[in-house]
DNA sequence: GTGCATCTTTGCATACCATGCAACTTATGT
DNA sequence: ACATAAGTTGCATGGTATGCAAAGATGCAC
């Protein structure tokens, strides 16, 4: 073996080349079929039969057939891990969290077709909406042990925690960490909800970004 | 007719009563049984036999097996609707959110067995963690319309808006009131997610409120 | 390039999920 | 008591999902 292969990332194996294609032949399949007949009138079969795998083959990638609607990329989990941890330190939580997600979805404007599509979809049934939104939290749970994991290393680097700090281990443990993770996934499900309904009139970063600035100021009355 | 029934609430026809009395033993069968067995090996057909009815009938209370697992409180969405629009004038949105929810949410410590046998199972079988979060989303949109009606009302009889005000007719429109109702949800999870696994150590409205005190303050860092 | 180990695909059998329909039973209003 | 509306049930049907074993690709060493 000539390098230790990118798990992830493009190329690697013909193999994995393969599985790749297959799987992003089979959601696509699945989207397109599901924007032109509704989703619930698209059985596994004819989602199998557009990508040319037998049904078999389909449920050897997806548990069940409505994971084939809701899955888009399944390892930003761990770039956004890699992303939160390799921060610069002088960063608050809050604004690491919206650089890693901004990094991370800058292709959302770039392959926007796709996602008009996905959202149209998971819009027209709210069975795969609220499938699709709860997959994303998932993934919180993870970001909530990167989040954690970067405030432990920031504490040991930076200052002791004042007595009754507001994340010792007393019983608020993780307590912050998780709700910051919680809080980034509704930033990114609003800025998406909201853009994707006014596309036309906004760039999604801009959303996106001022939906941190509403964040970090407390929520405040709009007009107050 | 003597009087229009009041569709939420105890009491009304035998019928009704009946109607909720089966729906709560099927979810209660459901969730006993998966408590015992594992969510996945428990069939439709033994969660009918438990509640005494058929088959069938199951499915004319449920759309789905799941959701047997995971539906808790259907109309718990009206009642937060209303308890928005009626809050004092006075309050910031945040915190008619936090009263509002705290009020709906004063059952989690009385009921505390069975919330504890749900997080339970849900957390055993991600598939129905996911299916759990996603429906309480379906809620967010309803809550998100109560929070900008309220505040329509308030701009009207408040205040005019300042020019480019963050939420007149503009491309921003309905971004607040979305990205507040997703927050907030965000608060309750996390705060029953913590609770559950914090149970012996905290009052849940304890919690509860650390977590939208921590929002209000603009998520900043514990210890800095 | 031959051959072997590994992974992937596929068909088949099986069980469960989910819905429409018609017959039957049970509340409700007059 | 009667008619009506509503709920329950069994049956038929078709889609969903998994285990298993055979056949086909791929990767690697020689």
Redesign the interface.
């Given at each position: 073996m000539q390098l230790m292969l990118e798990k992830g990332a493009a190329g690697g194996g013909l193999r994995e080349q393969k599985k790749r294609a297959t799987r992003a032949a089979l959601a696509e399949a699945a989207v397109h079929l599901a924007a032109e007949h509704g989703a619930e009138k698209v059985t596994v079969e004819a989602i199998s039969a557009a990508a040319g795998v037998s049904v078999r083959t389909f449920f050897n990638y997806f548990?069940s057939r409505d994971d084939a609607f809701v899955v888009i990329d399944e390892d930003a989990g761990a770039r956004m891990r890699r992303a939160v941890l390799d921060a610069p330190a002088e960063l608050?939580?809050?604004e690491v969290l919206r650089e890693a997600m901004a990094a991370e979805l800058a292709e959302v404007e770039q392959q926007h077709e796709l996602w008009r599509l996905h959202a149209e979809v998971l819009h027209a049934s709210?069975?795969l909406?609220?499938?699709?939104?709860?997959?994303h939290?998932?993934a919180e749970a993870d970001l909530a042990a990167a989040i954690a994991e970067r405030?432990r290393g920031?504490?040991r680097a930076?200052?002791a925690?004042?007595p009754g700090?507001?994340?010792g281990a007393g019983?608020?443990a993780?307590?912050?960490p998780?709700?910051?993770a919680?809080?980034a996934?509704?930033?990114v499900?609003?800025s998406v909800?909201?853009w994707s309904?006014?596309q036309e009139?906004?760039d999604f970063l801009d959303?996106f970004r001022?939906?941190f600035t509403?964040?970090?100021?407390?929520?405040?009355?709009?007009?107050?």
């Open positions: 548990d608050s939580p809050l709210p069975h909406l609220a499938r699709g939104l709860g997959a939290m998932a405030l920031a504490d930076g200052g925690d004042g700090g507001a994340d019983p608020r993780g307590l912050y998780r709700l910051l919680a809080v996934g509704a930033a499900r609003t909800d909201h309904a006014h009139e906004a959303v001022e939906v509403l964040l970090a100021a407390g929520l405040p009355a709009p007009s107050a």
